[in-house]
């Protein structure tokens, strides 16, 4: 049997890393969230096990916790909420349900023995509920609503710091973004804690991607939403997140020049280009813009994705001589004959009977080794009086 190449290994494991981020948990040595539905009735699971040491929340229904959510205060018809722990050999179990007949009842088991509930038992339920709500995140929208009300935004992050979880963090932190009415300040604090505290690429490019709408009429935290973005090690991840802004955000001149910025640190040629290609369709011809995305195209190692940015920057109409000639310049650099030649046809078509461009063209043409691409592009510029 053949076994898979290392590098086509590499690759099926980089296509599949954003879609599997979506079903794994995000640390899964401090447990797992999952939400399913079951017939009729949706069902919430929270686990956590460590050597031996096993806790589990299982939601079978729709529930209302009380407001400090140390207890269940009510389930749907027919639903149940059960609680449990195992730890050193012994186990305890808590259930509340609502049976076909409206009744809501409590049990409490040890050992799987029915036990009557006294203090220790009402403070070790009182414990895991909270523990599973806030490291499941479960009910976190709701949650962070009544912890705003009484504490703020700074009690909502003191919350987040006691959370383990990368996708309960996010969720708080997504809620926290609804609903907390953020100042510029209590924004960049938010994106500051989150860069520190969320080590998944993909939860943080879900916060971030949610943040873009919020960052309106606030481009005093884009250093600090930019630093978010830069802690985000996967080039799909990190792409995705400033090609979303861009289609979010109204663009400005500082918002296109942190862009391109950020993308100069993405390694994978054609991740950067999508973003470069999306900068590129809302251009604006600035000097320092000018800078920074033309340092960034020349990052890119590959002459067809190379190209591609350039000729998206083609499209972009009424560039000015000086961006113009920085985009022939950038094409002089393409090692591939074919690539160069046909992005100069491009713009001879584009910008045809321009004179402007004489000597930048003319430069550009003698880097083209072959006779036969040459003469294509020369046929072109003659016919669009670009030279003669």
């Known amino acids: 049997m053949k076994l898979i190449s290392r590098s086509l290994l590499r690759k099926v494991i980089l296509l599949i890393a954003p879609f599997a981020a979506v079903f794994l948990p995000s640390t899964f040595q401090h447990g797992f969230a999952q939400n399913k539905q079951d017939s009729d009735r949706s069902v919430m699971t929270w686990e956590h096990s460590d050597d031996g040491w096993r806790r589990r929340l299982e939601i079978r229904g729709k529930v ?14 027919d639903g149940v909420v059960r609680i449990e722990e195992i730890r050193n050999g012994q186990s305890r179990r808590y259930e509340v349900r609502r049976d076909a007949g409206g009744q809501l009842t409590r049990a409490y088991y040890v050992n799987g023995e029915k036990q009557q509930m006294d203090a220790a038992a009402q403070t070790w339920i009182a414990q895991l509920v909270l523990t599973a709500v806030r490291q499941g995140g479960i ?10 009300s009484r504490h ?4 909502v992050l003191h919350e987040i710091d006691q959370i383990n979880s990368d ?37 943080q490019a879900q916060l971030l991607i949610g943040v873009a709408p919020v960052l309106a009429n606030k481009e005093g935290a884009l250093p600090a939403f930019f630093q978010a973005v830069s802690s985000i090690q996967s080039d799909y991840e990190h792409s995705r997140v400033l090609k979303t802004l861009l289609n979010r955000v109204s663009t400005s001149r500082d918002l296109l020049v942190q ?3 950020s993308t100069k640190s993405i390694s994978s040629d054609y991740e950067k280009a999508g973003v470069l290609k999306a900068v590129a369709a809302v251009y604006l011809d600035d000097a320092a ?16 994705e190379h190209r591609r940015v350039l000729s998206a920057l083609v499209k972009t109409k009424n ?6 000639t920085q985009m022939l310049d950038s094409a002089a650099g393409l090692s591939s ?42 046929s072109a510029l003659l016919k669009n009086k670009q030279i003669g």
């Open 64 to 77: 209302q916790f009380n407001d400090d959510y140390t207890d269940v205060k009510d389930v749907s018809e």
């Open 139 to 148: 009910d976190a929208e709701k949650r962070v609503q009544v912890i705003l």
């Open 152 to 155: 703020g935004v700074a009690g």
């Open 167 to 203: 996708y309960a963090r996010r969720r708080y932190f997504d809620a926290l973004l609804k609903h907390g009415n953020l100042s510029e300040t209590a924004l960049k604090d938010v994106l500051a804690q989150a860069a520190r505290q969320i080590s998944s690429d993909y939860e």
């Open 259 to 261: 862009v391109a910025a």
């Open 289 to 304: 813009l000018r800078d920074i995305f033309f340092q960034t195209v020349g990052t890119i190692g590959s002459d067809y």
């Open 319 to 324: 560039l000015s001589e000086a961006a113009l």
């Open 337 to 378: 004959d074919y690539e160069k030649a046909t992005f100069l046809l491009e713009v001879s078509n584009a910008y045809t009977g321009d004179a402007r461009l004489r000597g930048a063209f003319l430069k550009a043409v003698e880097t083209i080794k072959s006779d036969h691409e040459r003469g294509r592009v020369l």
